[in-house]
T-cell receptor, first 113, second 111 residues
Framework: SAVISQKPSRDICQRGTSLTIQCQVD?????MFWYRQQPGQSLTLIAT?????????ESGFVIDKFPISRPNLTFSTLTVSNMSPEDSSIYLC??????????FGPGTRLLVL | GNSVTQMEGPVTLSEEAFLTINCTYT??????LFWYVQYPGEGLQLLLK?????DKGSNKGFEATYRKETTSFHLEKGSVQVSDSAVYFC??????????FGTGTSLTVIP
């Protein structure tokens, strides 16, 4: 299975600022996703990161708030813009292999004050 | 539509007790089913999966059988350890690469 790393692993940010989270995979993958996990909750899909084109966002998530880049098949970034305390969550990237199984990175734990 | 309903937690068990975490699903067609585990402070790890009816997924002493007749994929382990303390997520994948996750069940195993 793919090995996925994320940076930073955690951060504490002030409201109104932005944070960019990086996701690196050790092999080329077509399907890459970004999820949010609010405290004590399940996972919510933010968007599918598409290589070479704009990300596909789920209902309730917009590009201005969560811009995503996917410059190649092993790397993606998610930016959380103009943060508020409600953005405090774990942000997870995942990849889907040909088998249909998704594998997850270790997550980025964000606290917004 | 597609959805996963998971047993409410939290669950607290003594070491060596038997574990069952219930998971039922609603789906069109023939989904694949998964159990993921999230240890404290970590991301989700794939625990086991099953891709068709009557398949049994197993890993680290955990098992789950894909039951199409009851639309269930219950997670079981015969003897839990303290190190099994984590949050367990049931999930399904259907056409279109979309994953649907349950709400998660927190398990605490006490010595």
């Amino acid at each position: 299975s793919a090995v996925i790393s994320q940076k930073p692993s955690r951060d504490i940010c002030q409201r109104g600022t932005s944070l960019t989270i990086q996701c690196q995979v050790d092999s080329q993958v077509t399907m890459m996703f970004w999820y949010r996990q609010q405290p004590g909750q399940s996972l919510t899909l933010i968007a599918t990161a598409n290589q070479g084109s704009e990300a596909t966002y789920e209902s309730g998530f917009v590009i201005d708030k969560f811009p995503i880049s996917r410059p190649n098949l092993t790397f993606s970034t998610l930016t959380v813009s103009n943060m508020s305390p409600e953005d405090s969550s774990i942000y997870l990237c995942s990849v889907q292999e040909v088998s249909g199984t998704q594998y997850f990175g270790p997550g980025t734990r964000l606290l917004v004050l | 539509g597609n959805s996963v309903t998971q047993m409410e937690g939290p669950v607290t068990l003594s070491e060596e007790a038997f574990l069952t975490i219930n998971c039922t699903y609603t789906a069109t067609g023939y989904p694949s089913l998964f159990w993921y585990v999230q240890y404290p402070g970590e991301g989700l790890q794939l625990l086991l999966k099953a891709t068709k009816a009557d398949d049994k997924g197993s890993n680290k002493g955990f098992e789950a059988t894909y039951r199409k007749e009851t639309t269930s994929f219950h997670l079981e382990k015969g003897s839990v350890q303290v190190s099994d303390s984590a949050v367990y997520f049931c999930a399904l994948s259907n056409t279109g690469n979309q994953f649907y996750f349950g709400t998660g069940t927190s398990l605490t195993v006490i010595p």
